[in-house]
């Protein structure tokens, strides 16, 4: 029997271009908050990275508490897209902030300038706004190909922007007149891109009412009532083991995606040239974007997301394995490509992650009878901040380990080795662990049996 239909192709490019506001605040963020801190104002990598993860502290539960305060959320707009639309404002100041401490500070007022903006960012609007727009996808379809194809769109969106971002930032920070004033102009622009896109997003879909999520529980009688505190909340994600195992990959590509955007201090100390960043952006984000524009026809074409995946990130690790042997070669066209071929093998998860997601929130409602949308969506957040955060703190220890310093042209040997095992092994390591973990992660399969079992035809 064929799915129900919701949304028009301009809702799904609308709902996609949503990840260029998140990516104006991630991409940059993850790509040069270390080098403007450490090379632009001078402060010490470990203290930063100590710093960031410091400010994890205050993310512990804001992931889950902004889920559950978004399934609880009844407003004309719906549940998810007010949460969207008002928390950016707050991005977009505090994403300016960050890139905008006063050279003429104390040190320490730069740190806790630094701590307070960053902390702001990731543990109050940026988690608010990216836990509604994840959950966007369970809200406003309950079509699993228009899912797929949603979350396609917005992960092109996503890798096209972080592109972007990483290939015009250094140049746009010299063209307005390089420094710190260079930095804080060019976040200004950011922050405003990223708030209209946000909007436009926002208004772009419409969620469907409960009675429409619900129905299908409805025509079975297993409708229930969906009061449950922040603590029940938490107890419903921590038993879904597909949600442990998705936060875990989550988390490992975020700190993957951290050491890549090392890259810069590789490209300066290593390979002589900093503006090979940007080159290698493209061979990472081009075939990130191509893997995507067909990943709804190979989920169709094979079925489900399971195998497509898992194949997918065993080509990836292959690449990563490869991008190791080429760059003790010293060969920079065979680490492009074989980066390239990494990225093509990760494509797909990106694209159908949130649909995943949606998977294991009917997991939840499968085995615990509870809707939890929008609560289950703070994998994303959470991913985020704490493999990203996490990530940059400890690329930031490394760095410090090493011996770096800002103000030399010429690093030592300790840290040139430290910046070939940042950006050449750990990536390929941690593609090592997603496969596996990729390897136990069938919850389409999963759901099937439950339904035989319990006669219900779709929670979603």
């Given at each position: 029997m064929q799915e129900k239909t919701y949304l028009k192709w301009y809702n799904k490019v609308g709902y996609g271009s949503g990840d260029i506001a998140g990516n104006v605040v991630y991409a940059f963020l993850s790509s040069f908050v270390m080098i403007y801190l450490t090379n632009t104002i001078g402060l010490n990598p470990g203290i930063v990275g100590s710093l960031i993860a410091a400010s994890k502290f205050f993310d512990g539960v804001t992931d889950i508490f902004?889920?559950?305060?978004?399934?609880?959320?009844?407003?004309?707009?719906?549940?998810?897209?007010?949460?969207?639309?008002?928390?950016?404002?707050?991005?977009?100041?505090?994403?300016?902030?960050?890139?905008?401490?006063?050279?003429?500070?104390?040190?320490?007022?730069?740190?806790?300038?630094?701590?307070?903006?960053?902390?702001?960012?990731?543990?109050v609007f940026y988690t608010a706004n990216n836990i509604a727009y994840s959950a966007l996808t369970a809200l406003v379809t309950k079509n699993s190909r228009e899912r797929v194809q949603m979350g396609s769109c917005r992960f092109i969106f996503a890798f096209g922007t972080s592109l972007l971002i990483q290939s015009v930032t250094i140049g746009a920070v010299s063209y307005f007149g390089g420094g710190a004033a260079g930095w804080r102009t060019v976040a200004i622009i950011y922050s405003l891109i990223g708030l209209l896109v946000n909007t436009v997003s926002a208004l772009s879909v419409k969620e469907l009412t409960e009675e429409e999520l619900n129905e299908s529980a409805k025509e079975t009688g297993t409708e229930t009532e969906?009061?449950?505190?922040?603590?029940?909340?938490?107890?419903?994600?921590?038993?879904?083991?597909?949600?442990?195992?998705?936060?875990?990959?989550?988390?490992?590509?975020?700190?993957?995606?951290?050491?890549?955007?090392?890259?810069?201090?590789?490209?300066?100390?290593?390979?002589?040239?900093?503006?090979?960043?940007?080159?290698?952006?493209?061979?990472?984000?081009?075939?990130?974007?191509?893997a995507l524009v067909v990943t709804p026809t190979l989920?169709?074409?094979?079925?489900?997301?399971?195998?497509?995946?898992?194949?997918?990130?065993?080509?990836?690790?292959?690449?990563?394995?490869?991008?190791?042997?080429?760059?003790?070669?010293?060969?920079?066209?065979?680490m492009l490509l074989f980066t390239g071929i990494a990225a093509l093998g990760q494509g797909p998860w990106q694209g159908d992650m949130n649909a995943v997601i949606a998977s294991c929130s009917e997991y939840t409602y499968l085995t615990q009878k509870k809707r939890v949308d929008g609560t289950m969506y703070s994998c994303t957040s959470l991913g985020v901040k704490l493999g990203g955060g996490l990530g940059t703190a400890i690329a930031?220890?490394?760095?410090?380990?090493?011996?770096?310093?800002?103000?030399?042209?010429?690093?030592?040997?300790?840290?040139?080795?430290?910046?070939?095992?940042?950006?050449?092994?750990?990536?390929?390591?941690?593609?090592?662990?997603?496969?596996?973990?990729?390897?136990?992660?069938?919850?389409?399969?999963?759901?099937?049996?439950?339904?035989?079992?319990?006669?219900?035809?779709?929670?979603?």
């Open positions: 902004f889920g559950a305060m978004i399934d609880k959320t009844k407003t004309r707009l719906g549940k998810a897209r007010p949460w969207m639309l008002y928390a950016y404002i707050g991005c977009a100041v505090t994403l300016a902030a960050i890139f905008a401490i006063p050279p003429e500070l104390g040190t320490t007022a730069q740190y806790a300038w630094f701590f307070i903006a960053y902390t702001l960012l990731n543990a969906e009061k449950y505190g922040l603590l029940t909340a938490a107890k419903l994600l921590a038993s879904n083991r597909f949600y442990l195992m998705i936060c875990g990959v989550y988390i490992l590509q975020q700190v993957y995606g951290a050491m890549l955007n090392m890259g810069i201090y590789y490209m300066a100390y290593v390979l002589k040239n900093e503006n090979l960043y940007g080159v290698f952006s493209w061979a990472i984000n081009i075939p990130l974007i191509a989920v169709a074409r094979w079925k489900g997301m399971y195998r497509l995946n898992l194949r997918g990130y065993m080509l990836g690790t292959f690449g990563r394995v490869m991008v190791v042997a080429a760059g003790y070669i010293g060969s920079i066209p065979l930031g220890w490394m760095l410090a380990a090493s011996g770096f310093d800002g103000t030399l042209t010429v690093q030592p040997q300790s840290c040139i080795n430290m910046l070939y095992f940042m950006y050449l092994w750990v990536p390929m390591l941690i593609n090592l662990v997603i496969t596996l973990i990729l390897s136990r992660m069938n919850v389409e399969e999963t759901n099937e049996k439950l339904k035989q079992k319990t006669g219900i035809e779709s929670a979603v």
